[in-house]
């Protein structure tokens, strides 16, 4: 099995790196089942970019989150870290209840919205989170969270307007 979506349709072409520059490309994620977890990333709607078996006991597997500029990569033999450890994985979204419906559509368990008490980022686990989306609907402060099967943590924050030089 190997294949490399080289469709231009979905994706949309970034400028080269500059010098100077560092981009966050690609996040590395440990799962039990390399199929299962394709077909977990596809079902959100998520673009295959590369599904490539080199060799025995060596496959990549790297999807796109729509409008990301930043992928995922998980596979055989590409990392030696515990399926299911990554957490806090964040994904911004412009509307929280639009994004968290859709996923629910899709048949992913999608916790109900939350906000922090400090109104700035979240606590790890639960401490200091309180139900329901942030007062005002400030940007920045709503969340929503949902796990890849085996356990890898994501969370949805709503922002409509980015600070400024974001």
Known sequence: MSSVDTSTASATAS??????EMRLEVVVLAVSDVDRAKAFYEKLGWRLDADLAVDAGYRVVQLTPPGSGCSIIFGDGVTGATPGSAEGLQLSVYDLDEARAD?????????????D?????????TEGREEGTAPDRAD???????ADPDGNGWLMQ?????????
């Open 15 to 20: 400028p080269p790196v500059r010098p100077g």
């Open 140 to 146: 920045y402060g709503s969340f929503a969270a949902f």
């Open 117 to 125: 008490v400090t109104g700035i980022f979240h606590h790890a686990g």
């Open 158 to 166: 709503e922002i409509k307007t980015r600070l400024p030089g974001r």
């Open 103 to 115: 996923l629910i559509a899709r048949g992913v368990e999608v916790g109900e919205p939350f906000h």
